[in-house]
């Protein structure tokens, strides 16, 4: 079972990896504590720890791969989250793809996609 998703977002996929591994930025763009380490193997929190996990993967301004939890799930449990990041007409697409999540956690983490992430980032890079 996987969720995938496709943005598109009106700036450069340079403008977008910055803001998903910048703590200042992302946290800037969605209102919420973020603490990322933008190196492979380096610890990311975000809204304030709801969700947590490593840089698994990292691929400037191309991949971004990372063991992702979020914190009511049970204790060892990581789902794999791959967001890859392409130039298209003017506009970046990022897609994105998460498996090896808790079955009953797809509706809330498929909406929360758009709620959480998408919409927040779309607002803060096309104003900027």
């Known amino acids: 079972m996987s ?5 598109s977002i009106k700036c450069s ?4 990896y910055g803001a998903m ?6 946290g800037q763009a969605t209102g919420a ?3 990322i380490v933008s190196e492979e193997g380096g610890a990311f929190s975000c809204f304030g720890g709801q969700i ?5 993967e990292l691929k400037e301004n191309q991949r971004i791969v990372q063991a992702w939890r979020v914190g009511s799930w049970p204790e ?9 990041i392409d130039r298209s ?10 498996s090896g999540f808790p079955d009953d956690s797809e509706p809330h983490l498929e909406a ?7 919409t927040p980032l779309r607002t803060h890079l096309e104003a900027a």
């Open 112 to 118: 929360g996609w758009h709620k959480m992430y998408w």
């Open 13 to 16: 996929p340079d403008k977008l």
């Open 89 to 98: 007409n003017g506009s970046t697409t990022v897609t994105m793809d998460q």
């Open 76 to 84: 060892g449990v990581y789902s794999i989250v791959k967001f890859d």
């Open 3 to 7: 969720i995938q998703q496709s943005i």
């Open 33 to 35: 504590p973020a603490d």
């Open 52 to 56: 947590t996990g490593r840089q698994i």
């Open 21 to 26: 591994m910048s703590a200042a930025e992302f």
